[in-house]
């Protein structure tokens, strides 16, 4: 059998801009597909931020302000259980990255990830002064998540957890940060995430172990277009133009989109050649 794994990728060729057009960019590729072949002993799946935020009901303030944790809620039963089933059968490594939290510390994944990284670094940071406080203030209450949402925001973040459909098994690595992620990959011998989760904008992009933190030590980061959801905003909401902006930014600065279907398939392929 191959140690390869072949897969159908989608990629955007941002090349070349032709500047006898009214907007030059038109002249770009665009998306393309092709396919290509990753190791399966050096790629692993992130499952990133797999939330059950609870319900509309308990939690309405949080609902308000995020959208898009009923489309999270819909991928972790309808799109999740297959892939991660899939990936558990697989040479693939299957990783989770939490938000910093208590919802993950008695898990074994966790507790491995921590011997490995060693003991956290922190970053300093800044003394705030009455003005900022006044300014961050003001994005509270204004910008993101809203005076009124507040309470619901804090007392849903209080009760977090795994959504059932992704929550880590056996000794599957668990992350809280970008140096417990990069120690699992360095054990495993990882150099390709592909990241599935939420939201692909936001949290798989910037957040501790997101794409930003890994890309910079090195791993090509790549993901799923039907198991990521985006934050989109009132212009964006109804085309998800935010999501299919966020898949544009990985393909081009980070690593490749694969469809959860062909991913499936190609691992199929690959356990049965």
């Avoid at 499952?47 to 935020?53: K, Q, T």
């Avoid at 599935?196 to 277009?225: A, K």
């Amino acid at each position: 059998m191959s140690s390869r794994l072949r897969v159908p990728t989608q990629f955007y060729q941002q090349f070349d801009a032709d500047y006898s057009r009214a907007v030059p960019a038109e002249g770009y590729g665009g998306w393309q597909t092709a396919e290509i072949e990753i190791d399966p002993q050096r790629t692993a799946l992130v499952v990133m931020h797999a939330w059950d935020c609870g319900t509309t009901e308990e939690y309405p303030g949080w609902f308000r302000c995020c959208a898009e944790i009923p489309e999270t809620y819909r991928v972790c039963r309808d799109v999740l259980p297959g892939l991660l089933d899939a990936v558990r059968k697989s040479p693939i490594a299957l990783f989770h990255v939490v938000a910093k939290a208590g919802y993950y510390q008695t898990y074994p994944g966790y507790q491995r990830a921590v011997a490995l990284a060693g003991p956290p670094v922190t970053a300093p940071t800044i003394t705030p002064d009455p003005t900022y406080e006044k300014l961050q203030q003001f994005r509270n209450d204004r910008v993101f998540v809203g005076t009124h949402n507040q309470a619901d925001v804090a007392r849903g973040w209080a009760r977090v957890r795994f959504a059932p459909p992704a929550e880590p098994r056996g000794e599957e690595g668990i992350a809280e940060n970008a140096d417990q992620l990069f120690a699992l990959c360095q054990g495993a011998g990882v150099n390709h995430l592909i990241y599935v989760g939420f939201n692909l904008d936001w949290c798989l992009l910037m957040s501790p172990g997101g794409m930003i933190d890994m890309s910079r030590r090195g791993l090509i980061c790549s993901t799923l277009r039907q198991a990521v959801t985006a934050v989109e905003n009132k212009e964006t909401a109804r085309g998800n133009l935010a999501k299919e902006i966020g898949l544009w930014r990985v393909s081009v600065g980070f690593g490749f989109v694969f469809d959860v279907t062909d991913f499936v398939r190609a691992i199929h392929d690959h356990a049965n050649h």
